[in-house]
């Protein structure tokens, strides 16, 4: 579900940006167009960029992350709700110090399957080896946003980890953890 142009146009205008649902080449355009227009707006103002997004499209991720990456503003990633597969490279590659979790965030440290098309055997083999350089770059992109080594990353991937925000901050996804509002009584 996408949000009101007018609500849309006043979170850009106050440097929000966000990834919802599951990610595709659509949804990777769109929130790419979003960054490099809040970016070009006022550069170097930081981007706060809301990630909620089970995964998807290893491709529409590692495009997301190369814009972040080359921006000339800080991009800020916030995990809200649920991130896994493809975009939790969204979210660790966020600017240094600037990577949120809320506190009741789920993050699942999977490895997202292979999308082979059928066809011709000699091009489903070709399409087959570039899905796997494909999940190799974004093993490699995320491995250089955590505190774990590739090795210990791999075998985590296999393993399908579901980390909570403080887990996720102990694993090196996020800097830290945004604290909750106080419900009740002091």
């Known amino acids: 579900m996408s949000l009101p142009p007018e609500l849309q146009s006043a979170?850009?205008?106050?440097?929000?940006?966000?990834?919802?649902?599951?990610?595709d080449e659509a949804t990777a355009n769109n929130v790419i167009a979003q960054l490099l227009l809040v970016a070009h707006t006022s550069a170097g103002r930081t981007i706060e960029l809301y990630v909620d997004s089970p995964g998807g499209s290893v491709a529409a991720a590692l495009s997301i992350f190369d814009v972040m990456q080359t921006s000339t503003a800080p991009v800020s990633t916030t995990c809200i709700g649920t991130v896994g597969g493809a975009s939790v490279l969204v979210l660790a590659g966020g600017a240094s110090g600037l990577r949120f979790a809320l506190p009741h965030t789920r993050i699942n440290l999977i490895q997202e399957s292979l999308d082979v098309p059928g066809g011709k055997a000699s091009q489903t083999t070709t399409q087959a080896e570039e899905a796997v350089r494909l999940q190799s770059r974004w093993q490699s992109?995320?491995?250089q946003h955590i505190t774990h080594s590739?090795?210990?990353?791999?075998?985590?991937l296999?393993?399908?980890s579901w980390l909570s925000g403080a887990e996720a901050r102990d694993y090196g996804l996020v800097d830290g953890i945004i604290?909750?509002?106080r419900l009740g009584p002091a």
């Open 158 to 160: 296999k393993e399908v």
């Open 179 to 181: 604290p909750g509002v």
């Open 150 to 156: 590739p090795t210990q990353l791999a075998r985590d």
């Open 11 to 23: 979170l850009l205008g106050r440097r929000v940006v966000f990834l919802r649902g599951r990610l």
């Open 141 to 143: 992109a995320l491995a």
